[in-house]
Protein backbone atom coordinates (compact mmCIF):
# COMPACT_ATOMS: atom_id res chain seq x y z
CA UNK A 1 0.00 0.00 0.00
CA UNK A 2 1.61 3.67 -1.16
CA UNK A 3 1.91 6.05 1.97
CA UNK A 4 -0.05 9.12 1.36
CA UNK A 5 2.13 12.18 0.33
CA UNK A 6 2.51 14.63 2.97
CA UNK A 7 1.17 18.22 2.55
CA UNK A 8 3.57 20.85 2.89
CA UNK A 9 0.75 23.06 5.19
CA UNK A 10 -1.90 21.97 7.90
CA UNK A 11 -5.05 21.83 5.30
CA UNK A 12 -8.32 22.97 6.41
CA UNK A 13 -12.16 23.00 5.44
CA UNK A 14 -11.76 26.10 3.23
CA UNK A 15 -7.97 25.46 2.26
CA UNK A 16 -7.04 24.27 -1.52
CA UNK A 17 -3.93 22.77 -2.66
CA UNK A 18 -2.08 24.67 -4.84
CA UNK A 19 -1.81 23.87 -9.21
CA UNK A 20 1.20 23.00 -10.47
CA UNK A 21 -0.22 24.33 -13.76
CA UNK A 22 -0.87 27.82 -12.66
CA UNK A 23 2.01 30.27 -13.56
CA UNK A 24 2.71 33.72 -12.66
CA UNK A 25 1.49 36.58 -14.59
CA UNK A 26 4.36 39.24 -13.49
CA UNK A 27 8.23 38.62 -15.40
CA UNK A 28 10.11 38.63 -11.61
CA UNK A 29 12.96 40.29 -13.92
CA UNK A 30 10.96 43.07 -15.08
CA UNK A 31 10.56 46.01 -13.11
CA UNK A 32 7.20 47.11 -11.69
CA UNK A 33 6.83 50.93 -13.01
CA UNK A 34 4.13 52.82 -10.73
CA UNK A 35 4.02 55.29 -13.33
CA UNK A 36 3.56 55.67 -17.27
CA UNK A 37 5.01 58.66 -17.65
CA UNK A 38 7.51 61.52 -15.99
CA UNK A 39 4.60 63.37 -15.74
CA UNK A 40 3.29 60.84 -13.47
CA UNK A 41 6.16 60.08 -11.49
CA UNK A 42 6.91 63.73 -10.28
CA UNK A 43 3.29 63.89 -9.34
CA UNK A 44 3.81 60.51 -7.33
CA UNK A 45 6.80 61.80 -5.62
CA UNK A 46 5.05 65.05 -5.07
CA UNK A 47 2.73 63.63 -2.75
CA UNK A 48 5.10 61.27 -1.23
CA UNK A 49 6.89 64.47 -0.14
CA UNK A 50 3.84 66.07 1.06
CA UNK A 51 3.59 62.68 3.03
CA UNK A 52 6.34 62.96 4.79
CA UNK A 53 6.34 66.73 6.08
CA UNK A 54 3.29 65.66 7.55
CA UNK A 55 4.37 63.05 9.09
CA UNK A 56 7.20 64.86 9.68
CA UNK A 57 5.61 67.44 11.37
CA UNK A 58 3.75 65.55 13.92
CA UNK A 59 6.96 64.23 15.41
CA UNK A 60 7.91 68.06 15.79
CA UNK A 61 4.81 68.76 17.08
CA UNK A 62 4.70 66.40 19.58
CA UNK A 63 8.88 66.81 20.07
CA UNK A 64 8.19 70.87 20.76
CA UNK A 65 5.09 69.90 23.69
CA UNK A 66 7.22 67.65 25.23
CA UNK A 67 10.19 69.92 25.46
CA UNK A 68 12.74 67.55 23.18
CA UNK A 69 13.64 70.26 20.66
CA UNK A 70 14.70 73.87 21.61
CA UNK A 71 12.75 76.84 20.77
CA UNK A 72 14.69 77.89 17.74
CA UNK A 73 14.80 74.53 16.07
CA UNK A 74 11.21 74.10 16.40
CA UNK A 75 10.44 77.67 15.11
CA UNK A 76 13.36 76.98 12.03
CA UNK A 77 12.16 73.40 11.15
CA UNK A 78 8.30 74.03 11.26
CA UNK A 79 7.99 77.34 9.25
CA UNK A 80 10.63 75.18 6.80
CA UNK A 81 8.81 72.40 6.47
CA UNK A 82 5.08 74.63 6.33
CA UNK A 83 7.06 76.52 3.50
CA UNK A 84 7.32 73.19 1.38
CA UNK A 85 4.31 72.28 2.41
CA UNK A 86 2.63 75.28 0.36
CA UNK A 87 4.98 75.49 -1.83
CA UNK A 88 4.20 71.75 -3.25
CA UNK A 89 0.69 72.14 -3.49
CA UNK A 90 1.16 75.52 -5.55
CA UNK A 91 1.10 73.26 -8.73
CA UNK A 92 -2.20 72.34 -9.65
CA UNK A 93 -1.37 68.76 -10.66
CA UNK A 94 -0.63 68.06 -7.32
CA UNK A 95 -3.45 70.14 -5.25
CA UNK A 96 -6.11 68.43 -7.66
CA UNK A 97 -5.15 65.07 -6.42
CA UNK A 98 -4.04 65.89 -3.23
CA UNK A 99 -7.77 66.97 -2.55
CA UNK A 100 -7.67 68.34 0.60
CA UNK A 101 -5.99 67.68 3.97
CA UNK A 102 -8.55 65.61 5.24
CA UNK A 103 -9.26 63.21 2.19
CA UNK A 104 -5.59 62.81 2.25
CA UNK A 105 -5.47 61.85 5.58
CA UNK A 106 -8.54 59.35 5.13
CA UNK A 107 -6.88 57.98 1.84
CA UNK A 108 -3.32 57.18 3.33
CA UNK A 109 -4.54 56.35 7.01
CA UNK A 110 -2.66 59.07 8.92
CA UNK A 111 -3.57 59.67 12.19
CA UNK A 112 -1.82 62.97 12.83
CA UNK A 113 -4.01 65.55 14.81
CA UNK A 114 -0.92 68.30 15.89
CA UNK A 115 0.41 68.21 11.93
CA UNK A 116 -3.52 68.61 11.56
CA UNK A 117 -3.56 72.13 13.66
CA UNK A 118 -0.38 72.92 12.77
CA UNK A 119 -1.25 73.02 8.83
CA UNK A 120 -4.70 74.48 9.73
CA UNK A 121 -3.07 77.47 11.60
CA UNK A 122 0.31 78.28 8.90
CA UNK A 123 2.48 78.83 11.09
CA UNK A 124 4.66 77.74 14.08
CA UNK A 125 3.34 77.66 17.58
CA UNK A 126 6.11 79.77 18.94
CA UNK A 127 5.17 82.48 15.96
CA UNK A 128 1.60 81.68 16.46
CA UNK A 129 1.01 82.73 20.24
CA UNK A 130 4.38 83.33 21.94
CA UNK A 131 5.85 86.81 20.29
CA UNK A 132 9.69 87.18 20.84
CA UNK A 133 10.32 88.55 23.94
CA UNK A 134 12.33 92.27 24.05
CA UNK A 135 13.01 93.83 27.46
CA UNK A 136 10.50 96.18 28.82
CA UNK A 137 12.63 98.97 29.46
CA UNK A 138 13.24 99.08 25.33
CA UNK A 139 9.82 98.69 24.16
CA UNK A 140 9.01 101.21 26.81
CA UNK A 141 11.69 103.73 25.69
CA UNK A 142 10.49 103.46 21.86
CA UNK A 143 6.99 104.17 22.23
CA UNK A 144 5.57 105.60 18.71
CA UNK A 145 2.09 106.83 17.83
CA UNK A 146 1.90 104.74 13.92
CA UNK A 147 -0.54 105.89 11.96
CA UNK A 148 -3.97 104.20 10.02
CA UNK A 149 -3.18 106.12 6.96
CA UNK A 150 -0.42 105.31 4.18
CA UNK A 151 2.85 105.47 4.96
CA UNK A 152 4.22 104.64 8.73
CA UNK A 153 5.77 107.06 10.98
CA UNK A 154 9.60 107.11 11.25
CA UNK A 155 10.47 106.60 14.89
CA UNK A 156 12.67 109.14 15.80
CA UNK A 157 14.70 106.46 17.68
CA UNK A 158 16.98 103.85 15.78
CA UNK A 159 17.45 100.37 16.83
CA UNK A 160 15.90 96.92 16.24
CA UNK A 161 12.98 97.81 18.29
CA UNK A 162 12.30 100.81 16.52
CA UNK A 163 12.67 99.36 12.93
CA UNK A 164 10.39 96.05 13.85
CA UNK A 165 7.63 98.60 14.46
CA UNK A 166 8.15 100.35 11.54
CA UNK A 167 8.11 96.93 9.48
CA UNK A 168 5.18 95.24 11.34
CA UNK A 169 3.07 99.04 10.40
CA UNK A 170 4.14 98.47 6.70
CA UNK A 171 3.03 94.98 6.23
CA UNK A 172 -0.50 96.08 8.05
CA UNK A 173 -0.42 98.69 5.09
CA UNK A 174 0.51 96.55 2.22
CA UNK A 175 -2.30 93.96 3.49
CA UNK A 176 -5.02 96.86 3.56
CA UNK A 177 -3.82 97.92 0.07
CA UNK A 178 -3.91 94.57 -1.17
CA UNK A 179 -7.29 94.35 -0.35
CA UNK A 180 -8.49 97.13 -1.15
CA UNK A 181 -7.29 97.04 -4.68
CA UNK A 182 -8.94 93.22 -4.63
CA UNK A 183 -5.79 91.51 -4.83
CA UNK A 184 -8.10 88.70 -3.34
CA UNK A 185 -6.40 85.39 -4.00
CA UNK A 186 -4.79 83.15 -1.23
CA UNK A 187 -1.51 82.86 -3.03
CA UNK A 188 -1.61 87.08 -2.63
CA UNK A 189 -2.92 87.41 1.03
CA UNK A 190 -1.67 84.90 2.62
CA UNK A 191 2.10 85.51 2.67
CA UNK A 192 1.40 89.02 3.43
CA UNK A 193 -0.77 87.83 6.83
CA UNK A 194 2.52 86.11 7.70
CA UNK A 195 4.35 88.69 7.42
CA UNK A 196 1.94 90.47 9.64
CA UNK A 197 1.54 87.95 12.05
CA UNK A 198 5.32 87.79 12.41
CA UNK A 199 6.81 91.06 12.35
CA UNK A 200 3.88 92.65 15.45
CA UNK A 201 5.48 89.07 17.86
CA UNK A 202 8.70 90.74 17.32
CA UNK A 203 7.56 94.07 18.80
CA UNK A 204 5.08 93.01 21.50
CA UNK A 205 4.65 89.66 24.04
CA UNK A 206 0.77 90.71 24.92
CA UNK A 207 -2.00 89.31 23.04
CA UNK A 208 -3.11 92.86 21.59
CA UNK A 209 -7.06 93.26 21.22
CA UNK A 210 -8.46 91.58 17.88
CA UNK A 211 -5.14 89.53 17.55
CA UNK A 212 -7.20 86.66 17.41
CA UNK A 213 -9.40 87.89 14.29
CA UNK A 214 -6.17 87.96 12.02
CA UNK A 215 -5.13 84.36 12.87
CA UNK A 216 -7.94 83.11 12.24
CA UNK A 217 -8.27 84.83 8.97
CA UNK A 218 -5.10 82.83 8.46
CA UNK A 219 -6.74 79.99 8.94
CA UNK A 220 -9.75 80.32 6.62
CA UNK A 221 -6.79 81.29 3.67
CA UNK A 222 -5.19 78.54 4.64
CA UNK A 223 -7.91 76.52 3.73
CA UNK A 224 -8.30 77.61 0.68
CA UNK A 225 -6.83 76.64 -2.80
CA UNK A 226 -3.65 78.73 -4.23
CA UNK A 227 -5.91 80.38 -6.93
CA UNK A 228 -9.18 80.72 -4.69
CA UNK A 229 -10.13 84.25 -3.73
CA UNK A 230 -11.69 85.62 -0.95
CA UNK A 231 -15.65 87.05 -1.97
CA UNK A 232 -16.33 90.88 -1.94
CA UNK A 233 -18.09 89.97 1.51
CA UNK A 234 -15.24 88.65 2.97
CA UNK A 235 -12.60 91.27 1.58
CA UNK A 236 -14.86 94.06 3.26
CA UNK A 237 -14.79 91.76 7.00
CA UNK A 238 -11.33 90.96 6.54
CA UNK A 239 -10.60 94.59 6.04
CA UNK A 240 -12.57 95.69 9.50
CA UNK A 241 -10.84 92.83 11.14
CA UNK A 242 -7.63 94.08 10.30
CA UNK A 243 -8.38 98.02 11.13
CA UNK A 244 -9.61 96.50 14.69
CA UNK A 245 -6.43 94.65 14.77
CA UNK A 246 -4.54 97.52 13.89
CA UNK A 247 -5.84 99.75 17.00
CA UNK A 248 -5.17 96.34 19.10
CA UNK A 249 -1.64 96.56 18.03
CA UNK A 250 -1.28 100.44 18.15
CA UNK A 251 -2.55 100.48 21.80
CA UNK A 252 0.23 98.14 22.95
CA UNK A 253 2.50 100.79 22.43
CA UNK A 254 0.89 103.27 24.09
Given amino acids: MQTPKQLAYAPTPYSYTPSNNLRATINEDEEVRLAENAAERDLYESLAEIYSIIVTLDALEKAYLRDSIKEIEYTETCDRLLRQYRSTLTDESVEAAFGDLESFKREWDLEVPRATERLKIG ?20 RTNLPSTSQPHQPSS ?19 DAVKMSMLSKDTLHPILVEVIQSVNKVTDRDFENKGKIVQWLITLNQMRAAEELSGEQARELSFDLGLAYEGFKKTLD
Fill in 123 to 142: LPATIESTPTHLPPSRASSH
Fill in 158 to 176: SGPVAQHIVAASENFITLF
